[in-house]
Structure formats: structure tokens, C-alpha cells
């Protein structure tokens, strides 16, 4: 095994994934497992199947693509619009895709078409976040194209909130998506099947008590792998926080003086170094860097610092010996970076089914 490595329990992801369908169950919301951020990982993808997600969501084709080879035969969705460049690979992996562009739309028509297969289409919608969405005035023409395109099937809506602008869901954006619901029903005669009410970034919306109207989905990732909600990180009952660790291995081990002596200049990324003198102190150094997460997402254990990174030294306040592990929780930037660097390995662990107990 090359270190350092994402420690990842299966067993762990299953009963976060459960849990949190089961309290969604209630308010009639279905989840869709984001894999994104494990980049398609199979083994994981299989781990949310288990748990019960109604279906699986990427944002990258290549992700669907790798989960298809790997024999995943669940409902996929591509949670990005699909690049007009490669409209015949998402009719050919994924059962639908969501979108914004018309052009896109009739390509993917004639795409599917060529496949002789139809493919799904959800609408996004824009709210107030301004990533993805059509502005709710332009919704309803955009259904009437896709009801009208061949080979395509109209699903539903959607929309994503929080991700760019950090716009909370809440009672008011929430209705307006089933305001339109209804205007679209009533319009085109036809029941809506998705509304896809959003990310992880939604739960504490559908969760405290509110009227989830007709929203009905939900997809989720950061918080099925994380155990914590992104609107303030908070850690959500009963759910595993430590699902997915990150190891890495001590290099260098020494007393230090807390204060670097010389003229100060900038560091490698541009920043520049202060810190309090501690006199002299216990240091490690840690091989991961900048090049394999985000050093700044890292919590440490209990008595380790974070002092500094470069773009492969990780300095803590220490005085682990050399060939030492130190284990680290990553946020969704240091998973994101840390399951994208090819330096960085993955180890499956299961910690013992099905009677897990959180902390
Ligand atoms: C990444 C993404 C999600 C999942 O977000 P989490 O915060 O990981 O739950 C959902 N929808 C879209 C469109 C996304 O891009």
C-alpha cells in the first residue's frame, strides 16, 4: 500500500446513509447519493445502494462511466448539465441528466434518438444561489420543448442552493420550487415525478419541521460521507463523522523553535508566516501536502497542531516518531482534493455491520 491513504468504512457511509433515509422517509423525500466526491468509487456507490438510495448522482460522466463498467446497473444521474461535446456519452450511461440549455437538450434528443433510447430530463431551476438554473420565467417553455423533443422523457425539476453563494434553503425558496410544480402540472396536465429539492445543504431545512410541499427528493453527499450539515458544519445526530479518514505518514521528527529566524519573505503559496513564540517545540513532518488535499480542511487528533504546508510537507506540533501514523478528519475540500490526487490510496475497511452505534 503507498501512504498516505483515505481510510474509508463502508459499514460507516451505509448507517449515515440509512439513517438520514429514514428520517427523509418521513417527510416523503427519497435521497439520491452523490458520488462525486469519491469520484465514482464503486465499492461506495454499492455501500449507498445497500443503504437504500432511490439512485446515484454525479456531476462527471467519466465518474458514470466508471461506475456503469463496474456493473452498477442503479438509475444514474448526471447532476451536471452535460457538455454539448459529450451529449452521446450521457444518453449511453446515464438514465437522465439535468439541465439548463436548450441546445444541450436538443442534443441530447437526438442523441438518444441515434441510441434508440430515451433519456431524462430535469429541469434546474434558479433561486437565488446563481450557480445552474433557468430563471423561473423561462420554465415553463423550457417544458414545453423537451415534452415535445424526441426520445426524451420530461422527469421533473430541481434546483441547487448554497454551493456558490451560500443562499440557505428555506420556507420561501422551497415553496417557490413547488409553486412551479403546480403551474407546470396545471399547464401541460401531467404530474411531476422528481423535485429534486437540492443538496446536503438542504436537510436542515426538510428536517426542522417545515413544509416540504411537494419537494420530494434530495441528493446528498457531503452529508452521508461527512456526518455534518455544509450550512454551518455542524454534526448531525447520530451520524459517523469519522466515515472517511486521512493517514498519513511522519518523516521528519525534531525539537524546533516555534519562530523561523531569517528575513521574511513570502512562503511558497504566497502567504506570510506568523506565529507566536512558543520557545522551542516538539515538530513533524507529515509526507502530504498541498498537492494531495487542503491542509487548511484537515482536523487534526486531539494534541495535534497544524502549523504549516507546502506542497508536500504537512508541519504539526508533535513529537510522533518517524514511520508514525497520524490520522486526520478531512473536510469535502481536503476528501475532494485528497480522492483526486493519485498519490493518495484508498483503504475499504468494514467496522462491523449492522449494529453500528455513532459517537
Ligand atoms: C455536488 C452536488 C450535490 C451534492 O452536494 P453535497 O453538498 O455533497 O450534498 C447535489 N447536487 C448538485 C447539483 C451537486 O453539484
Request: proline share 5%; glycine share 8%; aromatic share 4%.
Amino acid at each position: 500500500m503507498t501512504s498516505p491513504w483515505l481510510e474509508i468504512d463502508l459499514d460507516k457511509i451505509e448507517h449515515n446513509a440509512n439513517l438520514l433515509i429514514e428520517r427523509l422517509t418521513c417527510c416523503g423525500i427519497s435521497v439520491t447519493g452523490v458520488t462525486k466526491v469519491t469520484l465514482g468509487f464503486p465499492e461506495i456507490a454499492a455501500a449507498l445502494l445497500r443503504a437504500g438510495v432511490c439512485g446515484l448522482g454525479d456531476s462527471r460522466i467519466e465518474n458514470i462511466e466508471a461506475m456503469r463498467r463496474a456493473k452498477i446497473g442503479a438509475p444514474i444521474s448526471l447532476i451536471r448539465s452535460p457538455q454539448l461535446s459529450q451529449v452521446e456519452r450521457v444518453v449511453r450511461s446515464a438514465d437522465l441528466s439535468f439541465n439548463t440549455e436548450l441546445e444541450v437538450i436538443r442534443r441530447l434528443s437526438s442523441a438518444a434518438t441515434s441510441a434508440g433510447r430515451t433519456h431524462g430530463i430535469v429541469l434546474m431551476v434558479e433561486l437565488g444561489d446563481l450557480r445552474e438554473g433557468l430563471m423561473p420565467a423561462d420554465l415553463e417553455d423550457m417544458v414545453r420543448e423537451v415534452l415535445r423533443l424526441p426520445n426524451l422523457a420530461f422527469r421533473g425539476i430541481g434546483t441547487n442552493l448554497a454551493c456558490r453563494s451560500g443562499i440557505a434553503p428555506d420556507a420561501s425558496n422551497m415553496a417557490e420550487l413547488s409553486v412551479l410544480v403546480e403551474s407546470i402540472e396545471e399547464t401541460f396536465g401531467l404530474t411531476v415525478e422528481i423535485i429534486s429539492g437540492g443538496n446536503s445543504a438542504s436537510l436542515q431545512w426538510a428536517l426542522g419541521g417545515a413544509v416540504t410541499g411537494r419537494v420530494n427528493n434530495l441528493r446528498l453527499g457531503e452529508a452521508i460521507f461527512l456526518g455534518c450539515e455544509p450550512l454551518h458544519r455542524q454534526p448531525l445526530a447520530g451520524l459517523f463523522t469519522d466515515a472517511i479518514m486521512l493517514v498519513a505518514e511522519v518523516i521528519e521528527s525534531k525539537i524546533k523553535p516555534s519562530r523561523p529566524w531569517g528575513t521574511i519573505a513570502q512562503t511558497a503559496f504566497g502567504e506570510i508566516h506568523t506565529a507566536i513564540d512558543q520557545g522551542n517545540i516538539p515538530q513533524a513532518i507529515l509526507a502530504i501536502g498541498r498537492q494531495d488535499t487542503d491542509p487548511d480542511g484537515l482536523t487534526p487528533p486531539a494534541g495535534i497542531d497544524i502549523l504549516g504546508a507546502s506542497s508536500d510537507h504537512l508541519i504539526v506540533k508533535s513529537d510522533a516518531a518517524v514511520g508514525s501514523e497520524i490520522a486526520f478528519q478531512p473536510n469535502y475540500s481536503a476528501l475532494l482534493r485528497a480522492m483526486t490526487s493519485p498519490f493518495v490510496s484508498r483503504v475499504l475497511k468494514t467496522s462491523g455491520a449492522s449494529n453500528l452505534k455513532s459517537a
